[in-house]
């Protein structure tokens, strides 16, 4: 990389990793330009509060703002939100955008997140169906949440049980379609999934598993769905939550690796040294659990985005930051630390008369994963600790982490020796 | 050191022993809820109630003189409630601590000054 260094700091995907990025690549003293490309028309946002505060009507889209316009303007960043990015051209190290436009990057970074995946089935299209990931999408919704109303939540996914927590609180009848045995199916164990499933049904929501949806019914706007078994589901309004893909295809046209998302190295840099992917679009290596990773949640695009801004001022930092999610749904919540999936044994730990956690071990007895549910005060320690020990790859007695009177901070002193 | 004087108020929120150092304990007074610390250098207090949602930080975890909140893990700096790391972005009110033989008080404004005017009609 000897050529004449020029060009701006540019950032495609202007959603939490985007700006994060923008505010670090200032925090960490670089001086020069900074584009960000967003295409919502809207200033970056925090997306969180889209499937809780926003839908139970608490919370304004204004106050998801990640920053007021006197950010942008003072930190010299130049946000642009309806750009329309044609192409990455390799050669000439600049992004097209329409009208024969473009600009010249320094560095490229590429977060342009994911998007939600659309029913495969007919009548998918119709009036009344909804996915949720934009201010958009929530605002279209929050139309639907009136009392009394009916509404299919398509998916037992994070979303989809968020916004049925959601919908039950607005005074909605609430039926979650999951086509798997049981709900979030991907991200815990099955017992803590249960337990979450259990707490929405106290609430009145029906739960539904191992049915799929074969067709969305209704001629202009949806009036029901089929499902697989036979069955006719009448409902007002549907929201699907069936996962996401990356974004990809501009990467992919420029030739760029990508194997599920994005691929970039430990230092989120891609096969072109002059670009790097971060948050939801990109998988990468992590040394802790020894194998490519892709991550969708708040927690992931807010630490790449720290440390892509350092390594697109070429730190070469790895990125090893211990994978962190929650969500928060009726009076309880859920903290994932680390990769529960990636474990082969599970010992549990009753932190409390509603509240367990649950640790994941490898087998050579090393803590991969933790996942708490119930409440936060009871939960949040113990998660928090293990996901110290999961950053030290510590070999931990399972007899350790079931006995609630054993004090797991104490280890954290043990392992730094 | 005379702003402890007149509108402070000093009451006890609990012993020296009561804390581990690096930890934090819960403390009600008339109503509020606040977070006592106890780091290498002393003890510090703050609001209890998180400024992002609602979760208390005694819950939280203690690190390098930072409060992690215990819900969405954003971080306070513990001596001055600087907010440091999203999704926190309002600041934390802090109060003066001071340690009184075994015990630690926390300065609270003199809120039934305050109190007493009002109702003096």
Redesign the interface.
């Known amino acids: 990389m000897k050529t004449a260094e020029r060009g701006a700091m540019v950032i495609v995907g202007a959603g939490q990793c985007g700006a994060r990025t923008a505010q670090a690549l200032r925090d960490n003293g670089w001086e020069g330009d900074i584009t960000l490309l967003g295409n919502e028309g809207l200033a970056p946002y925090d997306r969180p509060p889209l499937s809780k505060g926003v839908l139970l009507g608490q919370k304004t889209v204004t106050q998801c703002a990640l920053y007021d316009d006197a950010f942008y303007r003072d930190n010299r960043i130049d946000l642009r939100v309806d750009a329309q990015v044609a192409a990455i051209d390799r050669v000439e190290r600049r992004v097209v955008l329409g009208e024969g436009r473009s600009v010249s990057y320094r560095r490229l970074l590429i977060a342009t997140g994911a998007q939600p995946r659309r029913l495969p089935v007919p009548g998918a299209t119709l009036a009344g169906v909804h996915v949720l990931r934009s201010v958009p999408d929530a605002l279209s919704i929050v139309g639907e949440l009136a009392p009394g109303q009916r509404i299919a939540v398509v998916g037992a996914g994070f979303i989809g049980l968020e916004v049925a927590a959601t919908a039950i609180a607005r005074g909605c009848e609430v039926v979650v379609i999951e086509a798997a045995s049981r709900a979030l199916m991907r991200a815990v164990p099955e017992i803590v999934a249960g337990y979450l499933v259990e707490r929405h049904r106290q609430m009145g929501v029906e739960v539904r598993f191992a049915v799929q949806v074969d067709q969305v019914l209704g001629s202009t706007r949806v009036s029901g769905l089929r499902l697989s078994d036979g069955a006719t589901l009448e409902c007002d309004a549907v929201v699907v939550g069936i996962g996401v893909t990356p974004r990809t295809a501009l990467a992919e046209a420029a030739g760029i690796d990508v194997a599920d998302g994005i691929a970039v190295d430990d230092t989120l840099r891609t096969n072109d040294p002059y670009i790097f992917a971060a948050g939801d679009v990109c998988s990468f290596p992590h040394r802790l659990f020894r194998r490519r990773i892709r991550l969708e949640c708040w927690k992931n695009a807010e630490d790449h985005a720290r440390v892509v801004a350092r390594n697109m001022l070429e730190y070469g930092e790895t990125y090893s930051a211990v994978p962190w999610f929650w969500s928060d749904q009726f009076d309880m919540t859920i903290q994932i630390a680390g990769m529960p999936a990636f474990g082969t044994t599970s010992v549990v730990r009753e932190t409390g008369s509603a509240s367990k956690v649950f640790f994941a071990l490898d087998g050579d007895g090393i803590l991969v994963g933790a996942s708490g549910v119930g409440q936060a005060s009871e939960i949040s320690r113990e998660v928090r600790i293990a996901q110290e020990l999961i950053a030290r790859r510590a070999r931990v007695e399972p007899a350790v982490l079931a006995d609630r009177s054993a004090k797991l901070k104490s280890l954290l002193t043990a392992e730094a020796l | 050191m005379a702003a402890d004087t007149d509108n402070t108020t000093w009451v006890v929120a609990c012993a020296v022993d009561d804390i581990d150092e690096e930890d934090v304990l819960r403390f009600d007074h008339e109503g509020a809820s606040y977070a006592v610390y106890r780091l290498a250098k002393g003890f510090h207090a703050s609001d209890g109630w998180c400024t992002h949602?609602q979760?208390?930080l005694a819950?939280?975890?203690v690190v390098n003189g930072e409060i992690?909140c215990?819900?969405?893990?954003g971080r306070f700096d513990i001596v001055s409630g600087k907010p440091l790391s999203?999704?926190v972005c309002v600041k934390l009110k802090t109060y003066p601590v001071r340690v009184d033989g075994r015990s630690v008080l926390i300065g609270l404004p003199a809120a039934g000054a305050i109190d007493a005017a009002k109702g003096a009609t």
């Open positions: 949602e979760a208390h819950d939280g975890f992690e215990p819900l969405h893990q999203p999704p």
